[in-house]
């Protein structure tokens, strides 16, 4: 095991890894902006060093100034984990040319899962579904008008290089399949420089169940089963839930071995997740392949008992897995709700500042990853996510209950939060039964204005 590395990110996460790495006498330095410099969670790090201005891109962003502190504080390797460097390509390769550790899968892998055309040729190629569609990246509208034809509208246009429900356009006849086309594009290379399109049959109000896979360096890859993450709202995920309460047995089944059939074909190693969409029929398709932790890992590790950032690390440091397939069990059900610092009755504004009041809930069944506290002022620079609220029950049934009662206990003052939707959720009648999908918020949101 490693002895000493450094953690490239900020927030909630940088304080799981943190725990995560006393847990197992690993030494952390926390890497900071200016913005941050004050926040609680850097002193339960063994060091901390400042990497910037608050300006994402001059510090989470900037792999010079990350690798010139990994070099000083001598680090033998490090954690992104989710979001900023977190599957940059570049960067990892960086990490290895300075002789540290990247704790995530190989530069290749993080290449190919990028290019999300390559990734669903991988998966044809091996026999898994993916949704109707063209078999090269499309140039032109003509070629677009194409396989438009073959496969009927409506249809998505996605970019190669995008993911994450970033660059693409719906269009539902010929007429509208032009501009789309041309949006994409433009798109495309402005914000990834990279024009690679590609179509697909558009699914709609899909359900997104992704399988958690963990893959170490001595050929063993399991997976940790499904989460449902179909409650988000323009493509931020909001609510998630292992395990998917609407796919059959044999659907799930079928995920998972697919999950761990892709990766094996791109040699993944490291956590990783492989993401597929469920239609009204049950007919599922694989999306995306997402080369990292995710911010909702913790409903997996209720249901299975496991760590999976703990896992990550001994998987980094060349240790087996010692979790073998069979031995993975999925016990109840966990649900995660993501606190963000957000006006959901106005838009989902940003809402920093002070916390003025902030009172936790607790019990049987809750836990907590957060990072602020009473009196914690939130820096206007970031995400609005402050924090998760996860529950694990025996039942479906008793982890709404439970979900209720922390969410009634939880109180937060100063911020507005999405606290109060989520007690809309929870008593909505469809949610209860496992009647969702990823249409859910915006028609609660419809029907409450
Ligand atoms: C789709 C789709 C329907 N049809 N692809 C959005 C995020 C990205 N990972 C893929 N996404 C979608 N791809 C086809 N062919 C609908 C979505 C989608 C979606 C997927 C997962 C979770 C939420 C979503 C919300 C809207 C659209």
Do not use: W
Not at 238 to 259: F, H, V
């Amino acid at each position: 095991m490693f002895s000493r590395i450094l953690i490239a990110n900020r927030g909630e996460i940088a304080l799981r890894i943190i725990r995560a790495c006393r847990d197992l006498g690993v030494s952390t330095v926390a890497a900071y902006s200016q913005a941050d410099r004050n926040a609680t969670y850097l002193k339960f790090a063994d060091e901390r060093v400042c990497i910037g201005p608050a300006q994402s891109a001059e510090s989470y962003l900037s792999i010079q100034n990350i690798i010139s502190a990994a070099e000083i504080k001598n680090v033998q390797a490090i954690h992104p984990g989710y979001g900023f460097l977190a599957e940059n390509p570049s960067f990892a390769e960086i990490c290895h040319s300075h002789k540290i550790a990247f704790i995530g899968p190989t530069v290749d892998t993080l290449k190919l899962l990028g290019d999300k055309f390559q990734a669903r040729k991988i998966a044809r190629d091996n026999r898994v579904p993916v949704v109707p569609g063209s078999d090269s990246l499309v140039r032109d509208e003509v070629e677009a008008r194409k396989v438009a034809g073959n496969i009927g509208y409506p249809v998505i246009i996605k970019a190669a290089a995008g993911g994450g429900g970033r660059g693409m356009r719906i269009a539902h006849n010929d007429m509208s399949l032009a501009n789309a086309f041309f949006v994409a594009q433009g798109e495309a290379k402005a914000a990834f420089k990279d024009e690679g399109l590609y179509i697909e049959k558009y699914i709609e109000r899909p359900r997104h169940v992704e399988v958690q896979i963990l893959a170490d360096h001595h050929g063993s890859v399991i997976h940790l089963g499904e989460r449902d993450c179909s409650i988000q709202r323009r493509h931020q995920k909001l609510i998630e839930e292992a395990p998917c309460p609407s796919i059959s047995d044999s659907t799930r089944d079928y995920i998972c071995r697919a999950a761990v059939k892709l990766a094996r074909s791109v040699g993944y190693r490291n956590a990783g997740t492989f993401e597929f969409i469920v239609d009204r029929k049950g007919n599922y398709y694989f999306i995306e392949g997402n080369a990292r932790l995710q911010v909702e890992h913790p409903v997996t590790e209720m249901v299975t008992g496991t760590d999976i950032v703990k896992e990550q690390l001994r998987i980094a440091s060349d240790e087996p897995l010692r979790l073998k397939q069979k031995k993975v069990k999925v016990q109840g059900t966990a649900i995660e709700c993501r606190i963000n610092a957000e006006d959901a009755s106005n838009g989902f504004a940003p809402s920093a500042g002070a916390i003025t009041k902030f009172h936790a809930p607790g019990g049987p069944g809750v836990r907590i990853d957060t990072y602020v506290h009473h009196g914690y002022e939130i820096p206007p620079n970031y995400d609005a996510m402050i924090g998760k609220l996860i529950v694990h029950q025996a039942s479906r049934d008793e982890a709404i209950a439970c979900m209720r009662r922390a969410l009634h206990e939880f109180e937060i003052e100063g911020v507005k939060t999405t606290i109060p939707l989520y007690q809309r959720v929870f008593t909505d009648s469809a949610f209860v039964k496992g009647e969702f999908d990823t249409g859910f918020i915006e028609d609660l949101l419809e029907r409450n204005r």
